[in-house]
């Protein structure tokens, strides 16, 4: 590798010089690292908190959700037809149909207000994950026999959460109450549905957990008084992110009647935020990288003084106004390389302690879940890195000039 005269006085000015100017360069750099630290730290944060949202949201829901139009109460009766001209759609790798009502819920101890999701569990298996997040009983609506005295007992699965509010287990009975009748009188009774857990899941989403529970379709269909309606089909796709654009197809396949629904549209509220948490990190880095560029300027600037009677001297040598630009630009990017570095370093470092030793616990009622894994991304490092680099050099830039242009003979006078 060919010497560099510039680079090496560059990284000899960074380490020698008086005590004030040496500290102050350390200070910089120290600097730098703990913004591009912080920014990184707060990003993968930020990433792990929107995938386990979302992870877990489409879990228990799906990637793209189809709805009746134009029916007078908006259920779906032809719903084996949808799914079977949705998945000739590009991209779609299951299908299945569904019921979304809110209904109460007691059990021996104690009632409650839920929603209670029918769906065919065959067909689940396509589009959801609830089979694995089974964690007491079976995935299965079919009462446990050695706790059910009658065959003919349904079963249910219920949110860990719930399960729990209602002091349920595997076997004990627990009873809906719908209320279909739209004729409003004072005689007027809730239909009850009678049921035994078969199943206890946990999503790790807790407005899943706490207020979900699955019935089967026709137990559905006959407690709502649906007779053969659903409430719509979810699909699922191989990508996630090209919901819109498969959301488009299946339009296109089932033609006018149907509200085809991307999961980004049916949690716009949610990921929204998401987003606009994400653009106030950004506007936070800003803000850090100009400090940052301030403390490199008023660095440089102190050694440009500290330094003048040797920029003199290197003048006089024969070192040209160029030369000496680069040796100060030089300067700057050196603070700039050292401080991503060591940013990444540290910001690597405090990820990894996080998924290996969870150190930072969530209220899962707040925030839906209850540990944050960090998720680190190469793309917003690599961001942060080369704006670290440019904000460096652009700061270098003035102190470069004010130090290329300095007399030679009011120097070595002073």
């Known amino acids: 590798m060919p010497f560099n005269l510039e680079l090496f006085i560059a990284r000899r000015y960074l380490r020698s010089g008086r005590h004030f100017t040496s500290v102050a360069s350390l200070i910089t750099t120290v600097g730098v690292a703990l913004g591009v630290g912080a920014v990184c730290l707060f990003l993968s944060a930020h990433n792990g908190f929107e995938h386990e949202i979302r992870e877990r949201i489409l ?9 009746a139009l134009n029916t007078e109460d908006n259920l779906m009766r032809d719903a084996q037809q949808v799914m079977a001209r949705a998945a000739a759609a590009p991209e779609v790798i299951g299908a299945s149909p569904f019921i979304y009502y809110k209904t109460g819920i007691q059990s021996r101890s104690t009632g409650d207000g839920i929603v209670v999701r029918g769906v065919d569990l065959e067909k689940e298996l396509s589009t959801g994950t609830l089979a694995d997040k089974i964690i007491y009983g079976e995935y299965s609506f079919v009462s446990p026999p050695e706790r059910s005295q009658d065959k003919k007992v349904p079963g249910i699965i219920l949110g860990m959460d719930l399960a729990d509010r209602l002091a349920a287990g595997i076997g004990d009975p627990i009873i809906l109450y719908s209320i279909t009748d739209k004729t409003l009188s004072p005689t007027a009774l809730p239909k009850k549905g009678f049921f035994r857990v078969s199943g206890i899941f946990r999503s790790g989403f807790a407005e899943y957990d706490s207020d979900l529970a699955y019935i089967s379709i026709p137990e559905a269909q006959d407690l709502f008084n649906l007779g053969a309606a659903v409430t719509g089909v979810h699909l699922k796709i191989a990508d996630i992110f090209r919901a819109k654009h498969v959301s488009t197809f299946v339009e296109n396949e089932l033609g006018p009647g149907y509200d085809i629904v ?32 301030f403390s490199v300027i008023s660095t440089l600037v102190m050694i440009v003084l500290e ?66 894994p960090f998720v680190a991304r190469l793309g917003d490092f690599l961001i942060i890195g080369a704006a670290t680099l440019v904000v460096s050099f652009l700061a270098g830039l003035y102190p470069a000039q004010r130090a290329a242009s300095q007399s030679v003979v009011q120097a070595l006078r002073s």
Request: proline share 2%; net charge neutral; glycine share 8%.
């Open 307 to 372: 330094k003048r009677s040797e920029i003199a001297s290197l003048k006089t040598i024969g070192l040209t106004g160029g030369s000496i630009r680069k040796i100060f630009i030089y300067n700057g990017l050196t603070i700039g390389v050292i401080g991503a570095l060591s940013g990444w370093a540290l910001a690597l470092t405090l990820i990894w302690a996080q998924n290996e030793f969870h150190l930072l616990k969530l209220p899962a009622d707040v925030y839906f879940i209850s540990y944050l």
């Open 262 to 293: 991307p999961w980004q549209e049916l949690y716009s509220n949610l990921f929204t935020w998401v987003e606009l948490e994400k653009l106030v990190i950004y506007l936070v880095f800003t803000l850090m990288i100009l400090i940052a560029a």
């Open 59 to 67: 879990g228990a829901t799906s990637h793209i959700t189809i709805f």
